[in-house]
């Protein structure tokens, strides 16, 4: 019904940036909200930035002022821009949409993650 698929993952140096994209396909309406999730070994799934449709963002206090978030709704697409990256950033980060779907139906989706690993 709807997808979501991330890219951008890799191996970063302590320091350095990446850019995770995620876009949304198939039966959408439309897009309430897009955000980021991140998921590290012995920790919880926290919720990293998320935006509105509007371009309303928010972000969790370990990130601010070195992760962006943003959106393309055209296209049905977020990114993260994540700088001065940390090795406590490495997770597997998840993207999520709140989506109106063309049934008229309000559903969460998740992408299947896409690992970042900061280390030298």
């Known amino acids: 019904q709807v997808q979501l698929v991330e890219s951008g993952g890799g191996l970063v140096q302590p320091g350095g940036s990446l850019r995770l994209s995620c876009a949304a396909s198939?039966?959408?309406?439309?897009?309430?909200?897009m955000g980021w999730y991140r998921q590290a070994p012995g920790k919880e799934r926290e919720l990293v930035a998320s935006?509105?449709?509007?371009?309303?963002?928010k972000y969790t206090d370990s990130v601010k002022g070195r992760f962006t978030i943003s959106r393309d709704n055209a296209k049905n697409t977020v990114y993260l821009q994540m700088n001065t990256l940390k090795p406590e950033d490495t997770a597997v980060y998840l993207c999520?949409?709140?989506?109106?779907?063309?049934?008229?139906?309000?559903?969460?989706?998740w992408g299947k993650g896409t690992l970042v690993t900061v280390s030298s």
């Open positions: 198939g039966s959408i309406f439309s897009i309430n909200a």
């Open positions: 999520n949409a709140l989506v109106v779907t063309t049934s008229a139906a309000l559903r969460n989706y």
């Open positions: 935006i509105t449709s509007g371009g309303s963002p």
